[in-house]
T-cell receptor, first 112, second 111 residues
Framework: DTEVTQTPKHLVMGMTNKKSLKCEQH?????MYWYKQKAKKPPELMFV???????INESVPSRFSPECPNSSLLNLHLHALQPEDSALYLC???????????FGSGTRLTVV | QKEVEQDPGPLSVPEGAIVSLNCTYS??????FMWYRQYSRKGPELLMY????GNKEDGRFTAQVDKSSKYISLFIRDSQPSDSATYLC???????????FGTGTSLTVIP
């Protein structure tokens, strides 16, 4: 298995909702990442998990809460989002931190 | 000044042309370089991963790194309509550090 699987592919949520994005990889990668990408912009790093521990938090608002239950899974919990948080949320993994990433197809999030 | 500069294009070429995509950077500590291809509404796909200076070839794709000029390139030979996508460069100083992405170049290959 050489893929990073993200669910759901699309999500529409209201500003008072709580939802979660899920990411799964079975390549034995030890680093996992959340990125946010706006249209026609490069991906922006949000969080890095290295060996299941949060190693980088790029000053992301607390309405985004990451969780790494085990080495294969990465979640992003969403609460009280704003319309400007609408974007493509990408999960990625790499064998070790800083190695070449494998990206998932992303979750396209719309906040209404 | 941005860490990584990349011409956003758009770039339009006829099928079969040689395409040259480029990035410049300001941090002389960068030594790990990647090129990604991103189709519309999809996640980026890793094309090439190189360390330090030199060339790396994979099929129709060649990545070049010139650390003295802080300049990297991706060449696509015999370009195909299926190569139409946005190409992103990314680079890092050390393993364990985050990668910095360019803004991406939009490429269209016309049949």
């Amino acid at each position: 298995d050489t893929e990073v699987t993200q669910t759901p592919k699309h999500l529409v949520m209201g500003m008072t909702n709580k939802k979660s994005l899920k990411c799964e990889q079975h390549m034995g990668h030890r680093a996992m990442y959340w990125y946010k990408q706006k249209a026609k912009k490069p991906p922006e790093l949000m969080f890095v998990y290295s060996y299941e521990k949060l190693s980088i938090n790029e000053s992301v608002p607390s309405r985004f809460s990451p969780e790494c239950p085990n080495s294969s899974l990465l979640n992003l919990h969403l609460h009280a989002l704003q319309p400007e948080d609408s974007a493509l949320y990408l999960c990625a993994s790499s064998q070790d931190p800083g190695w070449g990433y494998t990206f998932g197809s992303g979750t396209r999030l719309t906040v209404v | 000044q941005k860490e990584v500069e990349q011409d956003p294009g758009p770039l339009s070429v006829p099928e079969g042309a040689i395409v040259s995509l480029n990035c410049t950077y300001s941090n002389s500590a960068f030594q790990y370089f990647m090129w990604y291809r991103q189709y519309s509404r999809k996640g980026p796909e890793l094309l090439m991963y190189t360390y330090s200076s030199g060339n790396k070839e994979d099929g129709r794709f060649t990545a070049q790194v010139d650390k003295s000029s802080k300049y990297i390139s991706l060449f696509i030979r015999d370009s195909q309509p299926s190569d139409s996508a946005t190409y992103l460069c990314a680079m890092s100083a050390n393993t364990g550090n985050q990668f910095y992405f360019g803004t991406g170049t939009s490429l269209t290959v016309i049949p």
